[in-house]
């Protein structure tokens, strides 16, 4: 406890809750502490992974070259056709540009550009130095849009407008550009568009392939492996079925009050919400097809006769061992709060970067007292909490990894640079599976902290 | 050859200046890094660092939000110091600018006089700061700009003659460090290697957490420096301002700058220079070392003869390989940087004495005129960092991989290249990439060579 006193700032105290002591207020969407080593990112970081799996699209930086490079090619957002997104593109700007405005170089490397690659539209990021110096977007991207006769929309996210979320709408109104503007003619009144999904690892692959079984029609990925062409149609699906915390919300939000489409929150992670969320897609559907909800049923039992006895032979070794989550969303945290419960684990502590004071009132809702809530946090307060609880397993993102294997703890890949499908029952399988390789690896008897344990 | 301004880049082959900065101060006893911007630069360059290292690497930043960058970023600065002094108990603390605050023109040097002034209360850590407008340079710009301000900054007395060597590595791996600081000892030299980021990015599993992990150059240590037999410098397209020379201008510290010691010649010059100051003869085991590789060289020439490598990163790695594989008879057929020192022409010229023909040499490049160059060069190598990867399996070749970042392969932050044992370990790796490749294209499959 002494350790945990001197990680935390006063200043940061608002934003740590224990589950069962005392009724919940946490602070949160706040800006984050100057020197408290956020393991946040900024708005810049928000609307490039909205967009960033658009994978016939040209995403520009218009910015220095850092901005570019350091989200080139980050995620594991896999394209069954094109692979432009892979390539980072980047104005690069320079002093020169800085003194005197970068409009003309940003027009002439979309020029160059769009004609290298004939991109289906164009993203153009905008960066903190950016908003600085005033370059008028707006007018360069709506120039090169006749120019070139595709779609080039600037995304206002400049990094010190806000954090993350900030980020999500600033990608969200651009992607709402596109909405509308294609041909809905012959699409089912059966039909979703899929939002909040990245195909990381090929995961909205397995999404749609169980929406493919229960004979719903998918108009677009928004944004895995999307395509720029079903985005600019996607206003004539039926339904809006949008997964994660808020990355797509807003869009959701503007397609149902301009469109009348209504849209639903699911999450694919984990056994329970992933079959609620076939359920809630078939219930939706249920007046215009009788069938739909059997057909949903027998799907979910089908994945489950496969998937339950798997489970079975990890919990044997993983029942008791402690985990504890630190994530993007929280939407997140829900999701695998309940599939530790299948493995008989038990989450001691949870968090996120971009949580909301709804979310963690959920989050209180559903641990076990004594569970550590915490919203933006850093290295010296995760690892206090990680020595506190004695954590067996931390899942988290590639900045928290370092943290758990310094201590020599378990350690689990759950952000957007996975390499493992996590989503869908397929996943629940494949996230036991490495859950149960880490935490039951012998490399922990090697470690210093276990080694106390067990002398 | 240098590209005009108004054209776009695809695939930089280049970082951004205060990730270099941030990386020199972490290799500084009790230091902490901090980056006076949005959040959202130390986090990348957190996450970009760490997928190297696989170590923990905390940057603070002053987080400024927007009513900051209209107003001016100098009370998020002040109370993000103060946060850093309460949680982190810092020796010193690296302060680099981003485009965002140098843009805005805040003046760090006066912000941080300021603080000094306001809180003279209470026990400050040495506050070393630099300016990295990331739209200047790259990020070796940014690591021997926070090199030079730590001389600068930190050492401003001139200590009494201890007869030590001063080294500015540059941007080395901790797995070299470590090497050289062997070398050191071996020569009976008492060195101080500023930054010294062996045990600060590479460090052993631990029972806690360290907030500041041990190791780094100790700041009493960097305060000596004036008091050296001489400084070495690695870089032969450094800026004539370095750490080296302001020692020199200062405090008439001798400055020797030579060429990264990569390959058989270049080590030699830096044998040689240890030699004179420790007025004795390369001591044995390093003969030996020599002549192992020169051995080794001889038996597996024939594999590599006349290979021809395409070789991109850092403007000094660069100039280094191309003397390396001079030496060996691979044929570098382009040398290409990201950065733009004006320098690379003129120093491969001036190491790769041996070669057949020069290689195209190019400042200023990303990947995608790298790859539309190599259309017509033919390349069976790549050396370089992992981002070249996609191209050279598009090309069919083996990537050798060197220097920063290795994202996609273990042991990055150990891999040697420098000394008569670093140029072995990457000798074997090229023999071996190529044998490789000959061995799975091959119908026959020889299991013996």
Known sequence: MKCEASALLDERREQVHRTGQGPIDMACNRDSLAGAVSQRACVFCGSRVVLYPIADALHLVHGPVGCAVYTWDIRGALSSGPELHRLSFTTDLQETDVIFGGERKLEAALDELIDRHGPKAAFVYSTCIVGIIGDDLEAVCRRMEEKKGIPVIPVQSEGFKGNKREGYNAACKALFRLVGTGDTSRISGISVNILGDFNLAGEIWIIREYFRRMGVEVVANITGDGRVADIRRCHGAALNVVQCSGATLDLAKMMEEEYGIPYIRVSYLGIEDMAESLYAVADHFSEADSDISRRTSELVKEELDLLMPRLQEFRRDLEGKRVAIYVGGAFKAFSLIKAFRHLGMQVVMVGSQTGTEEDYRELEAITDPGTIIVDDSNPLELSAFIKEKDVDVFVGGVKERPIAFKMGVGFCDHNHERKESLEGFVGMYNFAREIHASAMSPVWKFVPRREVRNA | ?449
């Open chain 2, 1 to 449: 050859m240098l590209k005009p301004n108004y054209v776009s880049t695809t695939n930089a082959c280049k970082l951004c200046t205060p990730l270099g900065a941030a990386l020199a101060f972490r290799g500084v006893e009790k230091s902490v890094p901090f980056l006076h911007g949005s959040q959202g630069c130390a986090t990348y360059m957190r996450r970009y660092i760490i997928s190297h290292f696989r170590e923990p690497m905390d940057i603070a930043s002053s987080a400024l939000g927007e009513k900051h960058a209209v107003y001016g970023g100098a009370p998020n600065l002040k109370k993000g110091l103060l946060n850093v002094m309460k949680k982190y108990q810092p020796q010193v603390i690296g302060v680099a600018t981003t485009c965002l605050t140098e843009t805005i023109g805040d003046d760090v040097g006066m912000i941080l006089r300021e603080f000094r002034k306001e809180f003279s209360d209470l026990d400050l850590p040495e506050v070393v700061h630099v300016n990295t407008p990331s739209y200047s340079g790259t990020h070796m710009d940014g690591w021997t700009g926070a090199v030079r301000a730590m001389a600068e900054q930190l050492v401003v007395e001139k200590a009494r003659a201890n007869g030590s060597v001063n080294l500015f590595g540059g941007m080395i791996s901790p797995g070299d460090i470590r090497a050289l600081k062997d070398i050191f000892g071996h020569f009976g030299l008492d060195a101080t290697i500023l930054p010294d980021i062996s045990e600060t990015l590479d460090g052993p599993a631990l029972l806690d957490y360290e907030p500041i992990p041990s190791g780094g150059t100790p700041l009493e240590a960097i305060r000596h420096m004036s008091g050296a037999a001489c400084s070495i410098e690695f870089g032969r397209c450094l800026p004539a301002r370095t750490a080296g020379s302001s020692l020199q201008d200062r405090f008439g510290v001798p400055n020797v700058r030579l060429g990264m010691p990569l390959g058989l010649r270049e080590t030699d010059r830096f044998l040689e220079a240890l030699s004179e100051v420790a007025s004795r003869g390369v001591p044995r085991r390093y003969l030996l070392e020599r002549g192992r590789l020169v051995d080794s060289l001889v038996d597996g020439h024939k594999y590599v003869a006349g290979k021809r490598a395409i070789v991109y990163g850092e403007e000094d790695l660069v100039v280094g390989l191309v003397a390396f594989l001079s030496e060996i008879g691979v044929q570098p057929v382009l040398a290409a940087t990201g950065s733009r020192t004006g320098e690379m022409v003129a120093n491969i010229e001036r190491v790769g004495g041996d070669l057949r023909e020069q290689p195209q040499v190019h400042e200023g490049v990303d990947f995608h005129e790298i790859a539309e160059m190599a259309g017509e060069l033919k390349p069976d190598l790549v050396i370089g960092h992992s981002k070249g990867y996609r191209y050279a399996r598009d090309w069919g070749v083996p990537l050798v991989r060197v220097g920063f970042p290795i994202h996609d392969r273990f042991g990055g932050q150990r891999l040697r290249i420098l000394g008569y044992g670093g140029a072995q370990d990457l000798y074997d790796r090229i023999v071996n990439a190529v044998l490789e490749k000959k061995q799975s294209g091959c119908s026959v499959g020889y299991g013996y060579l």
